[in-house]
């Protein structure tokens, strides 16, 4: 079956220009993560969006970051005013309703974001 | 943040079994400890998780201490397709996963 899909692959972008990155989950998951990874790093949680409740914000960087998700489908990441620390890989992930902490989480390939 | 605790790398030979470590000290009695790992230029994959109890699936062995403050995932057979970084995890709070730096595993044919 179709998994987690992330649009677009990559993007380069010079520096101060807005970007959006677009994720897709899997039907039927209400849960869904953005994370990013920085080169040679692990991966930084960033945003969580659990069905109709209010996201978790915490991992947000600044408020240049922000996240959106319509109803319990297709999410997008916006970030403005880009820096060139912003260059990472943008990782979205999708999960059943999490009502303990076991859910599986699924991950996409990633958006390769480059501000130059 | 969880914060957990892995050998920056490891090495092993084809055919052998790997034990790859973490600490997870700041663990709480309801988190689950999820082990991951993530080939070069793709998103992470689930390898196993428990709670209490050790686990085992097609994967993967997961061994978890008593006092739950450490892990160890067991790969039995290394093959080259195991060459990855492999990431413990632990929650905290709702569903969000904290990754660390994670073990860089390099298996040797």
């Known amino acids: 079956g179709a998994g987690v899909s992330q649009s677009p692959s990559n993007k380069v972008t010079e520096k101060g220009k807005d970007v959006e990155l677009r994720c897709d989950p899997i039907s039927g998951h209400t849960a869904l993560y953005w994370y990013r990874q920085r080169l040679g790093q692990g991966l930084e949680f960033l945003i969580y969006?659990?069905?109709?409740?209010?996201?978790?914000k915490s991992g947000l960087p600044s408020d240049r970051f922000s996240a959106e998700r319509t109803g319990e489908s297709v999410s997008t990441l916006t970030i403005q005013r880009t820096q060139q620390e912003d260059s990472a890989v943008y990782l979205c992930?999708?999960?059943?309703?999490?009502?303990?902490?076991?859910?599986?989480?699924?991950f996409g390939p990633g958006t390769r974001l480059t501000v130059l | 943040d969880a914060k957990t605790t892995q050998p920056n790398s490891m090495e092993s030979n084809e055919e052998e079994p790997v034990h790859l470590p973490c600490n997870h000290s700041t663990i709480s009695g309801t988190d689950y400890i999820h082990w991951y790992r993530q080939l070069p230029s793709q998103g992470p994959e689930y390898v196993i998780h428990?709670?209490?109890s050790n686990v085992n699936n097609r994967m993967a062995s997961l061994a978890i201490a008593e006092d739950r403050k450490s892990s160890t995932l067991i790969l039995h057979r290394a093959t080259l397709r195991d060459a990855a970084v492999y990431y413990c995890i632990h929650t905290r709070t709702g569903n969000q996963f904290y990754f660390g730096t994670g073990t860089s595993l390099t298996v040797i044919p």
């Open positions: 428990g709670l209490t």
């Open positions: 969006f659990q069905g109709n409740s209010a996201p978790d």
């Open positions: 992930a999708s999960s059943l309703a999490s009502g303990t902490s076991s859910n599986e989480q699924f």
